[in-house]
T-cell receptor, first 115, second 111 residues
Framework: NAGVMQNPRHLVRRRGQEARLRCSPM?????VYWYRQLPEEGLKFMVY????????ESGMPKERFSAEFPKEGPSILRIQQVVRGDSAAYFC?????????????FGEGSRLTVL | DAKTTQPPSMDCAEGRAANLPCNHS???????VYWYRQIHSQGPQYIIH???NNETNEMASLIITEDRKSSTLILPHATLRDTAVYYC????????????FGSGTQLTVLP
């Protein structure tokens, strides 16, 4: 059973470009979470999605950031007009649709570098 | 979700037990205690969780005090690969399913 797959693992963008990060949850998981980790800082929750629905986006910056989890295909975290402060590791996690045990399964992250 | 307090760093000798404390004095009755760890630059890894009773799995043991205001994660025979940041997280059941990570404890296992 493959784990949470994130790609690309490393992404370099120039200021003003767009970054798209993809996350394929574990098989059978319908809940996806995105976290951001700035250099030398902790993990910060960004957004929680179920298939075709955003459940909680309280951690998402108000501008330039968006996330989706379509019926088919991976979840996408999109950052428009990137700035240097967006350089970070972005982690995706998934969890199964039932159960309240709180176990999240994390991917290995996508590391965005903005030049 | 209740706030947790952990020491910022700890050292442990290789082969010895590592005991990582966590205070969660405001925990409520339906909140679980979770432990995750993050080895440098990798994705966080689930270790164990519990509600009231002590728990053990192949990775670690979780000891929760009777009043549930604190807990201890025990790695029985620490290895160099256990060097990581360990996060203690308290979260209740319900609609908010995401986990809130604090600053954790940097455990360094020394040879």
């Amino acid at each position: 059973n493959a784990g949470v797959m994130q790609n690309p693992r490393h992404l370099v963008r120039r200021r003003g470009q767009e970054a798209r990060l993809r996350c394929s949850p574990m098989k059978g998981h319908s809940h996806v979470y995105w976290y951001r980790q700035l250099p030398e800082e902790g993990l910060k929750f960004m957004v929680y999605l179920q298939k075709e629905n955003i459940i909680d986006e309280s951690g998402m910056p108000k501008e330039r950031f968006s996330a989706e989890f379509p019926k088919e295909g991976p979840s996408i975290l999109r950052i428009q007009q990137v700035v240097r402060g967006d350089s970070a590791a972005y982690f995706c996690a998934s969890s199964p649709p039932r159960g309240e045990t709180g176990e999240l399964f994390f991917g290995e992250g996508s590391r965005l570098t903005v030049l | 979700d209740a706030k947790t307090t952990q020491p910022p760093s700890m050292d442990c000798a290789e082969g010895r037990a590592a005991n990582l404390p966590c205070n969660h004095s405001t925990i409520s009755g339906n909140e679980y205690v979770y432990w995750y760890r993050q080895i440098h630059s990798q994705g966080p890894q689930y270790i164990i969780h519990g509600l009231k009773n002590n728990e053990t799995n192949e990775m670690a043991s979780l000891i929760i005090t009777e009043d549930r205001k604190s807990s201890t994660l025990i790695l029985p025979h620490a290895t160099l690969r256990d060097t990581a940041v360990y996060y203690c997280i308290v979260r209740g059941s319900g609609s908010a399913r995401q986990l809130t990570f604090g600053s954790g404890t940097q455990l360094t296992v020394l040879p």
